[in-house]
């Protein structure tokens, strides 16, 4: 993840990479911790980053097509993910993810 024109990823050490490059950094200090919230917005221009309710200002453009969100953890790790009924309140804007339906 990151390493290719088809990923974006935080990274363990507050690093933002895409396409094998350091795009953007968490703000010094800010690294995620276990039971912090890590939020996302974007609106088909940026990709933000909030931890725990406040935005980290490390916004990633350019972003092109279909947007998948992945996450991922190592040695066992419990990751939870809410896409609606939020903890922190969503910024101004945004809302839960919409689920789309196909029928055939």
Excluded: W
């Excluded at 190592?74 to 689920?99: M, N, R, V, W």
């Amino acid at each position: 993840m990151g390493r290719d024109t088809n990923s974006l990823v935080l990274r363990h050490d507050g690093s933002v990479y895409h396409n094998n490059e350091e795009k953007n950094r968490l703000p010094a200090n800010s690294l995620p911790q276990e039971g912090d919230i890590v939020g996302i917005t974007y609106d088909h221009v940026e990709l933000n980053l909030y931890l725990n309710g406040k935005n980290m200002h490390c916004p990633a453009s350019g972003i092109r097509g279909t947007v998948y969100p992945v996450v991922y953890v190592d040695d066992s790790a419990i990751l939870d993910c809410q896409f609606s009924d939020f903890y922190h309140t969503a910024p101004h804007g945004f809302e839960k993810i919409l689920f789309e339906q196909q029928i055939f």
